[in-house]
């Protein structure tokens, strides 16, 4: 079963708008972390939020993390169209490798 | 560093044939993960590596599939005898450690179809 459910499932916006990914997961973990996959590529390691985090930035990516709530949120400022790809939050619980979510596909219009 | 190398990048084969993917992974990077991934599943674990010992083969759907990691700088992916609902995407990974804070580097992966 999936730890991490992304939400939505798919989004589309112009370039220059905010894009928000949400991510729930079921049991505790270490730490989340968040990937980016282009068509017919690899994923790519963007960022990594630790439990007892709340955000972290990186360039454009901004993350959260509400582990009262098992929730996080990936937020790309200033989008352009180079940011069309999939996203996916992978959750660490320490016991196992990384469980990935089912992916947001993000569409930026140019 | 290229990177973590996979092949073949495609396979095309027929039902009942044998399939071998294979992966070099990150030099110095001691864990090694064999995901799928298809439309309907998502990314799934198969299989994952410490130290080249297997850690965890629950993900590994039947007795169809073996894994095995030689040595530090290889690895396969064996389908024997294959079917039509292997078809998927198969991706290796590595990375420094497992449970420890560490990302993954993903290979390109291998889209294996069988008909």
């Known amino acids: 079963s999936q730890q991490g459910e992304e939400d939505p499932q798919a989004l589309s916006i112009q370039e220059g708008e905010n894009a928000t990914m949400n991510c729930s997961y079921k049991?505790?973990?270490?730490?989340l972390q968040w990937y980016r996959q282009n068509s017919g590529r690899g994923l790519v390691h963007l960022i990594l939020?630790?439990?007892?985090?709340r955000e972290k930035h990186s360039g454009r990516l901004r993350v959260t993390l509400d582990t009262s709530k098992k929730s996080s949120s990936l937020l790309i400022t200033a989008s352009r169209a180079a940011d069309t790809a999939s996203y996916f939050c992978?959750?660490?619980?320490?016991?196992?490798?990384?469980?990935f979510g089912s992916g947001t596909r993000l569409q930026v219009q140019p | 560093d290229a990177g973590v190398i996979q092949s073949p990048r495609h396979e095309v084969t027929e039902m009942g044939q044998e399939v071998t993917l294979r992966c070099k992974p990150i030099?110095?990077?001691?864990?090694l993960f064999w995901y799928r991934q298809t439309m309907m599943r998502g990314l799934e674990l198969l299989i994952y590596?410490?130290?080249?010992?297997?850690?965890?083969d629950s993900g590994m759907p039947e007795d169809r599939f073996s894994a095995k990691m030689p040595n530090a700088s290889f690895s396969t992916l064996k389908i024997q005898p294959s079917e039509p609902r292997d078809s998927a995407v198969y991706f290796c990974?590595?990375?420094?450690?497992?449970?420890?804070?560490?990302?993954?580097?993903f290979g390109s992966g291998t889209r294996l179809t069988v008909v």
């Open positions: 992978a959750t660490d619980t320490g016991r196992r490798a990384l469980t």
């Open positions: 590596f410490n130290n080249n010992v297997p850690i965890d």
């Open positions: 990974a590595s990375s420094l450690g497992t449970g420890q804070g560490y990302g993954y580097t």
């Open positions: 030099s110095g990077h001691n864990s």
């Open positions: 939020i630790r439990s007892n985090e």
């Open positions: 049991t505790s973990i270490n730490n």
